[in-house]
Each structure stands twice: as structure tokens, then as C-alpha cells.
């Protein structure tokens, strides 16, 4: 098969480096790619919300298949384009079904729907302000507030103080995350410890993929500004078998019955954000994709091809599929650039990439300049993963190598898994 990935993160990195394993993968394109997709195929530059652009380049490279990495192009449509204008398949869900990401309300509907526990929540538009200003101040603990669309990870807000949780309804609702908040949830505030569920499904059957744990804040011991991740871990400890099938039984079952019963066009990845609250799981929220940097912990420990079981979504054969976990741990580490999630600078050289041992590098915001040299190109700039029969070796491996490549202003997280330890 001749594939086109779509984006140019650490995921669309891991994805390509195992997809180009593959006996099956024939040509491999990512657009736009990064410094570490050009090692595993051909970058193109086209613009991933450009339809008709990569519809012409998919028709002059004879593209079978195109493998959707963020979440930006599914909910404009690019399913259901090309579903119109082709036969090209496509990995992830319609516009529709992607609203799952796309709108938390959409998603705590669906949810109340199929009855999956989540938390407990209600929806305010600018014309109920006041009405959720007064819901604030009748609210005990902590005030959960969520923008309902897509805001680059920086739509959740989460405060103690009643008076300042007012004041950031306010801001929202008032334009701060421009269309992404028109609408806000005020939610419930849910006490307990995260992990990530994935699942790849063709909208009746599914498969599970390696769970995984992220680490959002910058700063350690999970302080200070939330980023896109720093991190993350799989296996996740604490995650059962007790619990595993509290997860399959009130949640992914649900889910994907819920996806077939409202004939939901979802063929693609799903992204189950979780929270163990005392002993049973809740859904915190839907993503219709792979996480970044929770893809590369989850991929590497793909003991199987994962190009036939893209594939059989499209043939009725999904079920069928053998998907063989790794046993042992995966950790990744996360390099940003300095002032990251603020204000960063770019153009940085980094070097040393090609001297870490036992580790998988894996590129997010880097790129080759005119000389060839990789510099930096975004706020996370690459991801350190390493494997081991233990998460304390393995992050220890990914800490040898993260302290071997540089580049100007670097920082990480020296305290990745430190809630699991012991």
C-alpha cells in the first residue's frame, strides 16, 4: 500500500517508524513531517486542512490509505471528503463522530446516553453567564471549567478560589479562547489518578492498544503551566486486571456499542482520558486520535504489524486481528524548548541525537534547515523513549540520552513516573 500520514508531531514519528516496518507499507508520505518522518519516508508540504490539495497529491501518487495523526483535520471533515470524492481510505472518524473531541458537550451527551460514568456537569453559553456565575458560587471544592471546542490543550481550568473561577467563566465566555469557548462546561470535580486508555476500532468491533500514562504540567512534581505532555509511561502500574475490566465493561464496550447503535461512521483511533476514583474508572475525556506523547510509549511496544490491522478496518475483519503487547515497560521523556508553553525561540541546533544508545528518538517540533543541520521548530522538540523489563531502567536509559542531546535553553522533566514509583 501507498500511505499519506497527516501531521508532523512526536506521534506522526512513531507512527511512521512503524508503519515503514511494515512488509505491507510500499511508499510512505507524511505531510507535513518533521525531521524524524523524513528518516522514515518523504516529506511533502501540503497543508493538512488543504482537502482538494492532498486529494490531487493522493491521485498522482496512487495513495490507498491516509492515516489521520491530530485531531484538527477529522473535525473540519477530511473522512468525510475524501469517503465523497474517492476510495481512498481513510484512518479516523467522521466529522460527526469526531465530535467526540470536537465538542465536550457533544461528548458528556453521548455519554449520559449510553449511561458511561463520567463526571457530573452543566453547559453555559454567553447568554446564561450570570446563571453560571451563581452555579460557581453554590459549588464546593475545586471549580472544573472546560471550554467545549478544540483550544490547543489550554481549554481545561481547573481552580480552588470561587471569586477568581467567576472571573476565568467570565473571560471564557467573553471571547478568550475565541470560538472554542462560545460554550463552557462547568464540571464536577473528580479526585483521583490519570491514565490513558487507547483503542482502534471500525465502529463494532475493536482492539486494544498498550495503556499509557502522560504528564502534563511543566514543572516537576506536576506543577506549574500545562503543556501538551513531558512525558509519559506504559504499562501503567496501578491499572488491574480488577479495574481493566471495570474499564471494558462500563466504558470501551459502551463506547463502541454507542458508536454502531447511533451509526456513527468511526473508523480510527480512540483516545478513552481516564480517572480511577477510588476503585472505578470515569471518563474525563474522548480524543478521536492517538495522544502525543502517549503514542510513543504505546507504539514501540506493538510486538505486531500495524499496518494489517489498519487494514481489516476497512474489511470487516478487525476482530480477527492478533495484537501482541510488548511485556516491558516503555518511557518517554519530552525536550523543550526553553519558555515552553509560553513564549519560546526556534532555529536552535540540536545536536547529539545520533549518539544516544537504547533509545528511540522520536522528533516533534524539529526540522532541517538549508544546510541540513536539525533545529528546533516548535515548544516540544523531541521525545526520548526507551524500553526495559522495569519503568526504573527504562527511564533511567531515556534520561542517559536525554542529558547526551542538546541544544540551546533545553528542559525536561526529571521526575516522569514519580507518582508510580514504590
Avoid at 100 to 122: D, N, Q, W
Avoid at 357 to 370: D, K, V
Avoid at 391 to 413: G, V
Wanted: hydrophobic share 40%.
Amino acid at each position: 500500500m501507498n500511505i499519506l500520514l497527516l501531521g508532523s508531531g512526536g506521534r506522526e514519528h512513531a507512527l511512521a517508524w512503524k508503519m515503514e516496518q511494515s512488509d505491507q507499507c510500499d511508499k510512505l508520505f507524511i505531510a507535513p513531517g518533521n525531521a524524524g518522518t523524513k528518516r522514515c519516508g518523504t516529506n511533502v508540504a501540503l497543508n493538512i486542512k488543504d482537502f482538494p490539495a492532498i486529494h490531487e497529491f493522493c491521485s498522482q501518487e496512487q495513495i490507498d490509505m491516509i492515516v489521520v495523526g491530530p485531531e484538527e483535520p477529522l473535525v473540519l471533515g477530511v473522512q468525510d471528503y475524501f469517503k465523497k470524492h474517492s476510495d481512498i481510505k481513510v484512518v479516523g472518524p467522521s466529522a460527526e463522530a469526531a465530535q467526540l473531541e470536537g465538542s465536550k458537550a457533544y461528548a458528556k451527551e453521548f455519554m449520559l446516553r449510553h449511561h458511561i460514568p463520567t463526571a457530573g456537569y452543566k453547559e453555559f453559553n454567553p447568554s446564561t453567564l450570570q446563571e453560571g456565575i451563581d452555579f460557581i458560587a453554590s459549588i464546593e471544592g475545586p471549580v472544573v471549567l472546560k471550554a467545549d471546542g478544540i483550544a490547543a490543550g489550554k481549554g481545561v481550568v481547573i481552580l480552588e478560589d470561587t471569586a477568581a473561577a467567576q472571573a476565568e467563566l467570565t473571560a471564557m465566555l467573553g471571547g478568550k479562547f475565541g470560538q472554542a469557548s462560545e460554550r463552557v462546561i462547568i464540571e464536577e470535580f473528580l479526585d483521583g489518578i490519570e491514565f490513558s486508555m487507547f483503542a482502534i476500532t471500525d465502529g463494532k468491533d475493536y482492539q486494544l492498544l498498550p495503556i499509557a500514562k502522560d504528564y502534563k504540567r511543566i514543572g516537576e512534581g506536576d506543577q506549574g503551566l500545562n503543556t501538551g505532555g513531558m512525558g509519559a509511561i506504559s504499562p501503567v502500574p496501578f491499572v488491574d486486571a480488577t479495574l481493566m475490566q471495570k474499564v471494558k465493561e462500563r466504558i470501551i464496550e459502551p463506547t463502541i456499542a454507542g458508536l454502531h447503535k447511533e451509526n456513527l461512521d468511526y473508523k480510527g483511533f480512540v483516545f478513552f482520558g481516564l480517572i480511577q476514583v477510588g476503585n472505578d474508572p470515569f471518563v474525563i475525556e474522548y480524543n478521536c486520535r492517538m495522544g502525543d506523547p502517549e503514542t510513543e510509549v504505546v507504539i514501540p511496544r506493538l510486538d505486531s504489524d500495524l499496518m494489517p490491522v489498519l487494514a481489516s478496518l476497512f474489511n470487516g475483519t478487525l476482530a480477527q486481528q492478533s495484537v501482541k503487547i510488548n511485556p516491558h515497560y516503555a518511557t518517554t521523556v519530552m525536550m523543550v524548548s526553553g519558555g515552553y508553553p509560553e513564549a519560546y525561540e526556534k532555529g536552535k541546533e540540536i545536536n547529539g541525537v545520533d549518539s544516544a544508545e537504547g533509545s528511540l528518538p522520536f522528533f516533534a517540533g524539529a526540522q532541517e534547515n538549508e544546510t541540513g543541520q536539525i533545529v528546533t521548530s516548535g515548544g516540544r522538540v523531541l521525545a526520548v523513549t526507551s524500553m526495559a523489563p522495569s519503568m526504573s531502567e527504562a527511564l533511567a536509559t531515556s534520561y542517559k540520552n536525554a542529558e547526551k542531546i542538546s541544544f540551546d535553553k533545553k528542559h525536561y522533566r526529571k521526575d516522569i513516573g514519580f507518582d508510580l514509583e514504590g
